[in-house]
């Protein structure tokens, strides 16, 4: 079946418990090797922070080589309002769903990180998608949080997002729930927040009962741009929380220190079984994996650790910046993009405490060789990732943060950003950047645009969750 | 009865709008369609970020977007700010980038 429809028919893609349909996919192995070529991706696309007076939008981009608009932006869903910067989004329903009558993937949820609003798009037709209900600020702030960040549908017909501040951008946040049916605010989805201030992706495991959720900053402090004073006096994030999936109370913190400044995107592999996954640490630029030890106890180490480097032309060393974290689907490869240098990495993972380096591909960023591709000047360097459900291809954009590409990659918020793409051959373990695919987001209808995250139509590595 | 603001864009181009008791200098360019950037419309993520040249401007809300040092330098976060006599202001993107450059260099 073509996942760029809605998947909701069992039958189709092998499933077990024909008793009972659902969306997405009975194991992760099933959306690999059962799903068919991505054709379509929504990119957001962001005017914030740029002299463009448009609104910020979803872009659909045409991935589909058979078609003659590959590589196109071939529509945009304008928001209604601007300033949102749109930043990550999600499905109102996704593989956790599976064994759930009646759902269907075919919402997506849209955050805006700084206006605080959310917008629901139905996108059952992916080539012609629509804006179907706006959650206003105002909605969100009666519940004393704003900047809503990770979206995942979890099971029992609700959708929780992470928020990262209070109703004033101040800490703490926390996590807002809404309903799978009519996308109403429930209200906030844990009942015990522990020690927990902030807040920024998480990711759970429901066949454990556990959720993890990690940390940026609060919004009054990331939002205007990245100030080492900030790290200095200790507000930006260096820990980890471990919370009871079932009770929504605040269980355990994993404290990183220096070794884990800034642990942003939370990557548990997709094997409902694993007890165990990996944060990455965008300032210290480290891989931390973490695992539940005896007693029900969470435990961690680092396992990569991406050196700084010397730039001819600038006082300090510069980190990498781990941005962007991803596991294939089939959880033997780790991908990671080194925002500041240009780099994204190709890391085998099968001995989950010892990840080899495999493949690295250098292009855009402050250190990457190759600062042109197709014609087109490389603004930014590899960021948010995506990679194909069955791990052949590896999709990446060029934006971070309207303010932080202000500051770091200035062109960006002139003339827009890019999305790029390699070819990934995971028998041979390596990967190619493809010479051909550039999408420019400096060629927006409207004028230049930002691009961030990517989604498939029919679920990505990024999105499913399994029970 | 309010005040004449006018903005200054770093390209040269200037627009004098009429921003009314009680409005917020942003919101009396969106309704003259002007396009100065903002975000959170609360005076936390700094994106409406100018820099006040001449005139008196005030914060109604807390400016939390901006450090004291950038407030001491003139610099005022315009969804929260209401002229209280007439001003001229610098506005554009590149205004908020100036806030805190890349520590790195």
Redesign the interface.
């Known amino acids: 079946m073509s996942t760029d429809e809605p998947s909701k028919t069992s039958e189709h893609h092998g499933h077990e418990h024909h008793e009972v349909e659902g969306p997405g996919y009975p194991t992760p192995a099933a959306m690999r090797t059962e799903s068919e070529r991505e054709k379509t991706a929504f990119v957001m696309g962001l005017r914030?922070?740029?002299?463009?007076?448009e609104p910020d939008f979803v872009g659909v981009v045409d991935v589909d080589p058979e078609s003659e608009t590959y590589a196109e932006l071939i529509d945009t869903i304008e928001m209604p309002n601007?300033?949102?910067?749109l930043h990550h989004f999600g499905w109102n329903s996704c593989s956790s769903s599976c064994h759930a009558e009646g759902l269907m993937r075919d919402h997506l949820i849209v955050p805006g990180q700084?206006?605080?609003r959310i917008h629901v798009i139905d996108a059952s037709d992916p080539r012609d998608a629509s804006i179907e209900k706006v959650i206003e600020?105002e909605e969100v702030f009666e519940h004393d949080l704003?900047a809503p960040h990770t979206v995942h549908c979890v099971p029992g017909g609700k959708i929780v997002i992470s928020m990262l501040?209070n109703a004033?951008?101040?800490l703490p946040g926390g996590f807002l729930q809404l309903d799978q049916d009519d996308f109403s605010i429930d209200g906030h989805w844990e009942v015990d927040r522990g020690d927990m201030e902030m807040n920024y992706d998480y990711w759970y495991q429901p066949r454990h009962g556990v959720m993890l959720s990690t940390e940026w900053a609060a919004?009054?402090t990331y939002?205007?741009?990245?100030?080492?004073d900030d790290v200095e006096a200790g507000k930006y994030g260096d820990s980890i929380h471990v919370w009871d999936w079932e009770t929504k109370e605040h269980q355990q913190t994993l404290t990183f220190g220096e070794e884990g400044l800034i642990p942003l995107e939370i990557r548990m592999p997709h094997n409902p079984e694993e007890t165990e996954g990996y944060v990455g640490a965008a300032l210290s630029s480290n891989i931390i994996r973490f695992w539940e030890g005896d007693g029900g106890h969470w435990e961690w180490e680092t396992v990569i650790d991406v050196e700084d480097r010397e730039?001819p032309?600038?006082?300090?060393?510069?980190p990498g910046l781990v941005t962007d974290t991803l596991l294939s689907l089939d959880d033997q490869y780790l991908f990671f993009s080194n925002w500041?240098h240009g780099d994204v990495r190709m890391y085998d993972v099968s001995d989950t405490g010892n990840p080899r380096l495999v493949d690295q591909c250098w292009v855009g960023g402050n250190f990457g060789d190759r600062q042109e591709v197709a014609g087109h000047e490389v603004r930014g360097a590899p960021q948010m990732l995506q990679l194909s459900r069955d791990g052949r291809r590896l999709y990446w954009t060029t934006s971070l943060f309207?303010?932080w590409d202000?500051?770091?990659y200035?062109d960006i918020?002139e003339e827009g950003s890019l999305m790029m793409k390699a070819d990934v051959y995971p028998e041979e373990g390596r990967m190619e950047l493809d010479e051909d695919f550039v999408v420019d987001f400096g060629d927006a209808p409207g004028g230049p645009a930002r691009a961030h995250e990517i989604r498939w139509p029919g679920g990505d590595c990024t999105s499913d969750v399994w029970q | 009865m309010g005040h004449e603001v006018t903005l200054v864009w770093r390209d040269g181009r200037e627009a004098t709008i009429e921003v009314a008791n009680g409005e917020s200098v942003i919101d009396a360019t969106e309704r003259e369609g002007l396009g100065v950037p903002f975000g959170c419309l609360y005076g936390a993520c700094g994106t409406c970020t100018g820099r006040l040249i001449e005139g008196d401007l005030v914060h109604v809300e807390r400016p939390r977007g901006l450090k004291p040092s950038h407030r001491n330098e003139g610099y005022v976060l315009l969804c929260v700010a209401e002229p209280r006599s007439d001003c001229r202001v610098e506005v554009g993107a590149t205004v908020q980038a100036d806030l805190v450059p890349n520590p790195w260099k």
């Open positions: 914030v922070g740029m002299d463009v007076d601007k300033g949102d910067e700084r206006s605080s600020p704003s501040g004033d951008g101040e919004p009054e939002y205007p741009g990245f100030d080492l730039h032309d600038w006082d300090m060393p510069v500041l309207s303010s202000n500051q770091f200035p918020g």
